[in-house]
């Protein structure tokens, strides 16, 4: 019982840290980047412990949970507990910042209140992956939305401006859809409550098409925006190319799955009968997302934007596979846990990948001023760690065996396969996916040394330790998915489960 | 002894892919590369000979319920110690060949060699497909190892992608074994319901086709050429290309399960061992025939699953991957030393490197299907289980013959032809060939002539038993003596007169074109044409909205302003104005006040007369 409140000082430790170099003007620049580094170490540690003591919770429940009140009159309380879905994001989480952290160990502009706030952004992420209440995980949501408006605005380049406030007021927007859903669910509820494991054990509206449809529209179109799916993405291009490095890492690492983990933990458990009824509208916005997000991306010419039209392509798969969760049939369950499995892992596997490619991005500009890959030609030769990472990464980020990615899609795509043949169509997605980065890897890196590649400084020591270890972990997970997988399957199937009801 | 075998396994897969990727990373190794790789190549040659002895299976959880898992069966005891032995040669060959960046050549080929070994190995569909893409994504970068030459890059660019096209279909497969219910296990796909049997098998089919080049996916090969010599041997003999026909050997059980893959695969090699056929006869560069030779003789093994002898298929696949391991190697030497490909360039070239010139000449010999070298036999223990389906296949096979016999003899007499004259300076300018680069052409020459021992009667029995298929061979003296003289007459013919050089198959058919034009260039198109959509619709439309709320709210100020605070402004205006006038009446004067009670009194009463 010694490690009761382990959950709670992992969410606040960094909080903690982020006020005390706000509020104590001494602090250096350099201890201030250092803090930030050291915080982040200390919470992946404790991370660590938690995954290292982690059993799988019985059906409904979570490990390492805390509870205490906290707006008792409308059932609210501070609720917090981590299972196979929220305990991979929480690692995930830590290891984007860390890795994050170590890249800004050189930010030069206001690296104090820099790091604050990127702190601030790393408690708000994990408070909201172990939050079980839906309170809670709103306000963590808006609050996140909040912290990436000020980096992008404040640490931003180009139309940052413009591009922030987009940002902001589109997932803002989204939120209140949320926020309205999850009032329906609270006044549906008998007794009315926002804890998550009673809305899941005793889901409301169910026999209530109507009602529950239209609660559900409210929290898709919620998740639909933060994910984003299409048609909801256009502000992630922007806010990505006008984002700092570390921001865009951030923004597409941890940020986006807060979307694809809404479908996961809320939606799905606390409405069964209307995810269900509307499944198909879920595969087809799920699979429209892969190909529309894959082909607008192969006709990007800037680096950022086409990773980030990657990013619509990869959220797609997982739209996919917890729609195809929703066909209920008998023979089918196995293989749609498998494919809710996978979108899982998904999670995990484009948060190390992307975050990946995004800091890598970040590199071109901090030493050339552009993302436009017309702008570069054979930077292979005065950047040869540069052009073996970022291959790396676009060859994990295509899916290769070997790397996360493929154990993500390659479940995705049986489980969806076997349980809705059609979604065979989405496969074409990694072959479009194949193409552009081996369009851009040929652009950027092979032939003649032209353009701002001429005097190009290959990586420095902090970027190859922020990035190396990322790709790192990606390669570790599709060479040994088991530890991931045995933490993941269990709730897959359980969520199956759910539901059947 | 089976804990080591199962350790030999492993090893098999882990030694060289750990080894590569360590030296593909490792600028520094530079020096160490050649040993380092050389060594391990040499340990998997052991190591592959242990578990064809042993044949063990070892297995540990993978996903979706599946194992990841490795086994050698009669099949795979075979074909492992050959790539393992034709990737030490080519390797050894390559020592003497690549000068430069050592460590990334060597290392990107044992990886390359590694995913081979776990294809013959694997055992499950996940398995398999984890190795086979692996294998794709090395035939990239080493196709494009030159990388400052974007024409190489693009080459590999055009292997991948249209390798990984036909991929997919496993995928799809997997998803198709995952809900036909019999696991995913390769032994185990005939076994899965019906309906999804057949798309199972369709794409593991598609797969296959795709890797061995058969048509309609045959162009990548063309555009894989771009890739140094040592590459090329390992890719068209052993790795990647073989690895497509071994794959359709290996669920042969599956393809006949269905009724119409069996059939579908017989044809589809048939028609590519004709085609590629006449377009090897008409090319000019020996590395373009030779890789045209690779997809038609490949042809030959997809018509043996199709047929349903694994044995000959698998006779097919050694003995080819010795003869065309041997050619691309001197195909290697030669253009090192002159610096061409161009046949035109090769005239004579035996008289001047005489090891390279004989190893070569046996190796395009056995090519052409000349008794009693390795493909002749081969060859027809493949084309008698056609016959006994299919004559008019059996038709076409014997014409894909007459024209792998021209297509050889093509080389042979440019290669004995009369070479130019020269004086000694010319002689001392030639380049080198080294003792490494010719000491594995004679061991490959060996292979290349006697492997045909695998698909005749004493050791082809032994074969036959070995993959499960006892009495596997057909071929009768009639049929080994037709297919004997065809090949030699048509050699003859060749050396006498001119062979004709067709335009559509100089262009290997116009594949890639057709596919530049019908899925390459629309697919691009469509992507530009979302790409503007996504801006000037999709995310104006966005834009738009905010305009328009902003100007929503602009609309409402300005209602604000003028309509609701004019009104109450002017309400206020009114009631001042009313109260002016109400000050109008009150004059002060006694007079004027009776007239206006007057006025009052008679309004009154007319309202009540009028009223009342």
């Known amino acids: 019982m010694g490690l009761k409140p382990l959950l709670s000082l992992i969410v606040f430790l960094p909080l903690i840290a982020a006020v005390a170099l706000a509020a104590v003007p001494r602090v250096g ?142 997932t803002f927007l989204g939120s209140l859809a949320l926020l309205v859903g999850f009032i329906g669910l609270y006044v549906a509820a008998t007794p009315h409550t926002f804890d998550m494991a009673q809305l899941a054990a005793t889901p409301p509206l169910q026999g209530r098409p109507v009602a529950g449809g239209l609660v559900l529209a409210a929290i898709l179109l919620g998740l639909a925006v933060k994910t984003p799916t299409v048609p909801f993405h256009t502000w992630l291009p922007p806010a990505h190319t006008d984002a700092p490095a570390v921001g865009s890492a951030v923004l597409a690492g941890v940020l986006l799955k807060m979307g694809t983990y809404g479908f996961v933990r809320i939606a799905m458990p606390m409405l069964p009968q209307a995810w269900r009824a509307w499944a198909w509208v879920i595969i087809v916005v799920g699979v ?23 990013s619509v392509n990869h959220m797609g ?105 059609v979604t065979a169509v989405a496969v074409l997605g990694i072959l479009i996916s194949a193409a552009l980065f081996l369009r851009a890897l040929q652009r950027v890196f092979t032939g003649d040394t032209t353009g701002r590649s001429i005097g190009f400084a290959d990586l420095r020591a902090r970027e190859l330790w922020s990035v190396g270890p990322l790709l790192l972990l990606s390669l570790l997970i599709g060479v040994l998915p088991r530890p991931l997988l045995d933490v993941v399957e269990p709730a897959a199937h359980a969520v199956i489960g759910l539901l059947g009801r | 002894m089976s804990q080591l075998a199962q350790a030999a396994l492993w090893s098999l897969v882990a030694l060289p892919a750990v080894a590569g990727t360590l030296l593909a990373t490792n600028r520094r190794a530079e020096r160490a590369a050649a040993p380092v790789s050389l060594a391990v ?81 694997a055992a499950t569909l996940p398995t398999l497909l984890f190795a086979w893409e692996i294998m794709g994504a090395a035939s990239y970068a080493l196709i494009g190892f030159w990388w400052r030459d974007a024409e190489r890059v693009s080459g590999g660019l055009t292997a991948f992608v249209t390798t990984r096209s036909a991929d997919l279909g496993l995928y799809v497969a997997a998803g198709a074994a995952l809900a036909g219910g019999a696991g995913l296990t390769l032994a185990d796909l005939p076994h899965s319901s019906p309906g999804w049997r057949h798309v199972t098998a369709a794409g593991i089919l598609a797969a296959a086709l795709g890797k061995a080049a058969q048509l309609p996916f045959s162009f990548w090969l063309s555009r894989a050429m771009a890739g140094p010599s040592p590459v090329s041997a390992l890719l068209h003999s052993a790795a990647m290309v073989a690895m497509g026909g071994y794959l359709l050997l290996r669920v042969q059980p599956l393809l006949a399960a269905t009724g119409w893959a069996a059939p579908a695969a017989m044809w589809v090699g048939g028609l590519t061992a004709l085609l590629l056929g006449a377009v090897a006869v008409a090319q000019r560069d020996v590395k373009q025939l030779l890789a045209a030779s690779t997809a038609a003789q490949l042809g030959f093994v997809v018509m043996a699953a199709g047929a349903g002898t694994v044995a000959g298929g698998a006779a097919q696949l050694v003995a080819h991957a010795a003869t065309k391991a041997l050619l691309f190697l001197a195909a290697g030497a030669w253009l090192t030393a002159l610096g061409t490909t161009q046949l035109i360039g090769l005239r004579g070239v035996v008289g001047r490197w005489r090891i390279v010139g004989w190893s070569a000449t046996a190796g395009a010999l056995a090519l052409a299907g000349i008794a009693p070298l390795s493909l002749w036999a081969t060859k027809d223990a493949v084309l008698a289980r056609v016959l006994e389906q299919s004559p008019g296949l059996y038709a076409i096979g014997l014409a894909a013959s007459a024209l792998s016999a021209a297509y050889a003899g093509k080389l042979l007499v440019v290669i004995w032809g009369r070479g130019p004259r020269r004086g000694d300076g010319d002689q001392a300018e030639a380049g080198r060939v080294t003792g490494l680069q010719q000491a594995p052409l004679v061991i490959l020459a060996v292979g290349a002539a006697y492997a045909g021992l695998l698909a005749l009667p004493p050791v082809g029995a032994v074969l036959a038993r070995a993959v499960g298929q006892p009495g596997g061979f057909h071929a009768s003296a009639v049929e080994l003596a037709v297919s004997a003289v065809l090949a030699l007459a048509v050699l003859l013919l060749v050396a006498n007169r001119r062979v004709p050089e067709p335009r559509w198959a100089l262009r290997w058919l116009g594949l890639e074109a057709a596919v530049r034009v019908l899925v390459v260039r629309p697919t691009l198109r469509c992507a530009e044409a979302l790409a503007r959509f996504d801006d000037h619709f999709l995310d104006r439309g966005v834009e738009l909205v905010s305009a328009g709320a902003l100007r929503l709210a602009g609309r409402t100020g300005r209602i604000d302003d003028q309509w609701l605070d004019g009104t109450v402004e002017r309400l206020a205006a009114g009631a001042r104005r009313l109260g002016q006038l109400a000050r109008r009446p009150q004059t002060g004067q006694l007079h004027q006040y009776y007239l206006q009670a007057v006025v009052v009194l008679v309004a009154a009463v007319v309202v009540l007369v009028v009223w009342g």
């Open chain 1, 29 to 170: 620049d350099t201890v201030a980047r250092r803090t930030w580094v050291a915080v982040a170490a200390v919470d992946l540690g404790l991370i660590a412990v938690v995954w290292a003591r982690y059993d799988t919770p019985p059906p409904g429940e979570l490990a390492f949970a805390e509870r205490a009140a906290w707006i008792p009159g409308v059932n609210s309380s501070y609720h917090v507990g981590v299972d196979g879905f929220s305990l991979p994001l929480v690692a995930m989480t830590a290891v984007i910042f860390l890795a994050c952290a170590v890249y800004a160990l050189r930010e030069r502009h206001r690296p104090r209140a820099h790091a604050a706030l990127l702190l601030f952004l790393q408690s708000v992420s994990l408070g909201l992956f172990v939050a079980a209440d839906l309170i809670l995980f709103f306000v963590f949501f808006d609050l996140s939305i909040v912290g990436m408006y000020f980096v992008i605005a404040g640490w931003g380049h180009g139309n940052r401006a413009h591009s922030a406030l987009k940002f902001f007021l589109y």
């Open chain 1, 288 to 310: 429209v997302s892969v190909l529309y997000g894959a082909l607008v991306a192969l006709a990007q010419s800037n680096v950022k934007r086409m990773i980030a039209y990657t």
């Open chain 1, 317 to 421: 798969y997982i739209v996919l596979a917890v729609g195809v969760a929703g066909l209920v049939a008998a023979d089918t369950a196995q293989a749609r846990g498998v494919a809710v499995a996978g979108a899982v892992t998904q999670m995990v596997s484009h948060g190390l990948i992307t975050g990946a490619l995004f800091l890598l991005a970040g590199v071109l500009r901090d030493r050339a001023g552009t993302y436009d890959m017309r702008d570069f030609g054979g930077l292979a030769a005065p950047a040869p760690a540069f052009a073996v990472l970022f291959a790396v990464g676009a060859f994990a980020s295509l899916g290769l065996p070997a790397f996360s990615g493929f154990i993500a899609e390659f479940q995705i795509f049986t489980g969806s396969v076997a349980a809705a043949p």
């Open chain 2, 41 to 121: 190549a040499a340990a998997s040659v052991v190591l592959s000979v242990v578990v064809a002895v042993s044949r063990p299976t070892v297995a540990v959880p993978f996903m979706a319920g599946v194992d990841f898992a490795l086994t050698v069966d009669g099949l795979a005891a075979l074909l492992a110690p050959m790539l393992a032995v034709v990737t030490l040669l080519v390797l050894t060959a390559a020592a003497g060949e690549i000068r430069r960046s050592q460590a990334r050549f060597h290392g990107l080929m044992l990886l390359f060699a590694a995913s081979a070994a776990l294809t013959v190995t």
